[in-house]
């Protein structure tokens, strides 16, 4: 793993989060030339989630983040044991979570092995159903949220190749 990674690991896991403890986060954005892009946010809470998305055995640290030309939200994320990145929605499309997450109001870490993946048709874009995806390793959840109530959303998911939007709900 690298040296500035794990050190960056062990700040989220000893020091937790607060308002004063983003330096860290606005630190790895800075070494990764991201800064000039995009900026921290915390428009959902938590601000970060941490877990093994593509199974290789390391934490992966997703962040919130918000395109500064744009102001588009969406999710930046630092797979442990590697230094890729990943940028999901901020003025980046992925899937049909589109390229802003403004939409979003929660999001966690989602562990189960099974996901419904909402179908629609090509042409009217209508809901024709459901089809189960069976899932290998956690994945990144967003939803939208009305009354206590996931209306709609999707999963964030690495297939093995590469990540995938998985959309749930409407």
Known sequence: MKPAFSILLFLISTHGFSQDKTSWINDSLRSKGLNSEFEFSSYISPAYLQTDLNGDGFPDLAILIVEKKTRKKGVL?????SAQYYVFGAGTKFGSGSDDFNWANKWSVFNSK???ETQFDKKSGDIIGGKVIRLKHSCLLLA?????VEISGGLIYWNGAKYIWIHQGE
């Not at 994320?77 to 044991?81: T, Y």
């Not at 939208?144 to 206590?148: F, I, S, T």
């Open 77 to 81: 994320l630092f797979p442990g044991h």
């Open 114 to 116: 099974k996901a419904q």
């Open 144 to 148: 939208a949220m009305e009354d206590g």
